[in-house]
């Protein structure tokens, strides 16, 4: 229901040579990063965190994924739920959060984000995690209902504590992982999420939300990139928005309307993201000169991933 960024992203140059067979298209990940060892090798493993069972079937149906059923992936009584397959080379692992065992309903909002999130890195070891899911969206802001976000910047929203320093680690602002290309290509929006653990917004939200310059608001978002960040694994935020915040209509019921045509409009921006990133193993070579040169970096200091899509001329 997004990425940080722990460094600026930095430009990268083009090749020197007019031609360049076979180059290098590797994800060098840090010695802390739960997803290897420090080698270098091509991104393998996609995460996608998801909160709500409506929002993960279009894309298990989409990857033609299937279900783990013998548990043992995750600690024995929890709820969260794998679903996996090979899509276009690439290793796609879907985790829902799962149903609450007690009153059956999607386990959503921060905490079951932050488990599941820790849980599925450590277990899976992801080289790229996506965070989709839906979100409320400001009309002030331009937002309209099926409008898909790709996220700049992350921030809580109600964790309010008015102590010095504590204040900035209470909003948690995060910037995203830098992905221009990825833009350009899908002619994706961009915003800010602002994440808190109430579908609606009380003032004291509002106050917040305003203030985090959000233009979506979400309830797993931030959470989600906290781990990531903790355990330095690059994530990008697909947030498509079911219902205004600032709107006339009541918030639930606009959602509920809203949910089920809006995840599959969520499910079809995600599929082109996958196979915007699947485009890493179609590399044969790359001409200077080409007219489609296109470059995704998503790196930090210490980790990236580069996507080169090609044309020649």
């Known amino acids: 229901m997004a990425p940080p960024v722990k460094n600026a992203v930095r430009a990268a140059a083009a090749p020197t040579e007019e031609w360049s067979s076979q180059p290098e298209v590797t994800a060098a990940h840090p010695p802390k990063n739960a997803a290897g060892d420090g080698d270098r090798r091509p991104i393998s493993t996609v995460l996608i965190i998801i909160a709500m069972q409506t929002e993960a079937l279009p894309l298990v149906n989409k990857f033609h994924l299937s279900e783990d059923i013998d548990g043992s992936l995750f600690p024995k009584g929890v709820p969260w739920v794998r679903y996996h397959g090979i899509y276009k080379e690439l290793h796609i692992n879907l985790v829902w959060t799962g149903k609450d065992s007690i009153l059956g309903v999607d386990s959503i909002g921060t905490i079951s984000a932050s488990l599941v999130s820790y849980a599925s890195i450590q277990a899976l070891k992801p080289d790229l995690i996506i965070n989709a899911g839906t979100a409320g969206g400001f009309k002030a802001k331009g937002a309209c209902v099926a409008d898909v976000y790709l996220v700049s910047n992350v921030a ?11 204040y900035l680690y209470g909003i948690g602002a995060r ?134 899509m090609y044309q020649f001329a």
């Open 156 to 166: 809580f929203h109600d964790r309010r504590i008015p102590i010095h320093v504590n």
């Open 175 to 308: 910037q995203t992982f830098s992905t221009p290309n990825l833009i350009d290509e899908l002619n994706l929006k961009v915003g800010k999420l602002s994440t808190g653990d109430s579908l609606d917004m009380s003032p004291q939200d509002e106050v917040l939300i305003l203030a985090n310059d959000a233009v979506v608001k979400d309830m797993e978002g931030a959470a989600v990139a906290y781990v990531a960040d903790l355990l330095s694994v690059p994530a990008i935020f697909i947030k498509a928005v079911t219902n205004t915040v600032d709107g006339q209509k009541s918030i639930a019921e606009e959602f509920l309307q809203n949910l089920i045509a809006v995840c599959t409009t969520l499910a079809q921006t995600v599929s082109q993201v996958v196979d915007f990133i699947s485009g890493v193993y179609q590399i044969i070579g790359i001409r200077k000169s080409t007219s489609v040169y296109r470059k995704l970096y998503i790196n930090t200091d210490e980790y990236y991933i580069l996507k080169i």
